[in-house]
């Protein structure tokens, strides 16, 4: 079935770091791919999304990119801010079948003054 | 625009009691869905509902019941709480696939945090 494997945390970086969070996925056929962030007593709340091979994502400095020929849709902030500090959720559609909504484990970035 | 709304944020059961989760969404979404969040184990879907009046079982539904009379409404249900159900509950909502607008875009509740003792 549908899976999404996420790179794990926690991750601990300095303010303006640069960030990388690993999402990898296995899908039949080429869903659309969506990352979610989880501030610290909130629920989820959409980040950024691709809807096809080679699309690139981007919201508040985040951007990820469709890469079908590795089945990769990882999470990138050129300067993290300390705002930033939260959970995020790579996630894939169930599609027609709203049953198959996958979500990775989550990964918790805390970002340091 | 509320969004999603979820009642209540917080509650305390004793093992054996029973309680409903409400959740609301003023988005006109078909598809509604009910989700535990627990440490170490990520987002586990415990029940889904693609229309008023259809449920269907996620990943982790025993235990728990839900209904869908109302579209905007999505009921979950515990008959006899479990201390194994101490956890915090989301709710979500979406348009499904082949919506011309926000297609499996989950907007999600702020939670409930459910203590079972």
């Known amino acids: 079935g549908d899976s999404v494997t996420q790179m794990e945390g926690p991750v601990t970086l300095s303010e303006e770091a640069f960030l990388t969070i690993n999402c990898t996925y296995t899908?039949?056929?080429?869903?659309?791919l969506f990352w979610y962030v989880q501030y610290p007593g909130e629920g989820l709340q959409l980040l950024l999304k691709a809807t096809k091979a080679d699309d690139k994502g981007s919201n508040k400095g985040f951007e990820a990119t469709y890469r079908k020929e590795t089945t990769s849709f990882h999470l990138e902030k050129g300067s993290v801010q300390v705002s930033d500090s939260a959970v995020y959720f790579c996630a894939l559609p169930g599609g027609a079948n709203a049953g198959k909504s996958t979500f990775g484990d989550g990964t918790t970035l805390t970002v340091k003054p | 625009n509320a969004g999603v709304t979820q009642t209540p944020k917080f509650r305390v059961l004793k093992t054996g009691q029973s309680m409903t989760l409400l959740c609301a969404q003023d988005?006109?979404?078909?598809?509604m869905y009910w989700y535990r969040q627990d440490p170490g184990m990520g987002l586990r879907l415990i029940h889904y509902s693609v229309g008023e009046g259809t449920t269907a079982k996620g990943e982790v539904p025993d235990g728990y019941n839900v209904s869908r009379l109302k579209k905007q409404n999505f009921l979950l249900g515990l008959e006899s709480a479990a201390p194994s159900q101490t956890s915090v509950y989301f709710c979500a909502s979406s348009f499904p696939r082949g919506a011309s607008v926000g297609a499996d875009t989950q907007y999600f509740g702020p939670g409930t945090r459910l203590t079972v003792l």
């Open positions: 899908a039949t056929g080429y869903p659309s």
């Open positions: 988005m006109n979404h078909e598809y």
